[in-house]
């Protein structure tokens, strides 16, 4: 129903910053809460930020506040995550995320939709 595709992963050294977007296709996109997760090597998946369907509430990991931010473009059907002062601990593999609902969700199991990921690398 809905596909997700993200962009704009590479490698960055620590301080500097990254603009990770994704893209939806497939059903309309202001219906659905947005999240974005990472996932490193040997840990299990975790929520980074999530905003709600019309950009009201955000949700922020306290290890990314002060530093990342999650916005939304309906009307191009894209999220974004905008991160500054990167750190090496920052790197993973990242996903963005679509829930059926207008609120925020905390909870990996409350998203539908998941793209394929993209590496993120911050070397020190």
């Known amino acids: 129903q809905v596909q997700l595709v993200e962009s704009g992963g590479g490698l960055v050294q620590a301080g500097g910053s990254l603009r990770l977007s994704c893209a939806a296709s497939g059903r309309t996109f202001s219906s659905y809460g947005m999240g974005w997760f990472r996932q490193a090597p040997g840990k299990e998946r975790e929520l980074v930020t999530a905003?709600?369907?019309?950009?009201?509430?955000?949700y922020y990991a306290d290890s990314v506040k002060g530093r990342f931010t999650i916005s939304r473009d309906n009307a191009k059907n894209t999220v974004y995550l905008q991160m500054n002062s990167m750190k090496p601990e920052d790197t993973a593999v990242y996903y963005c995320a679509a829930a059926l609902v207008h609120t925020i969700v905390v909870v990996t199991r409350g998203y539908d939709y998941w793209g394929q990921g993209t590496q993120v690398t911050v070397s020190s």
């Open positions: 905003i709600s369907w019309s950009g009201g509430s955000t």
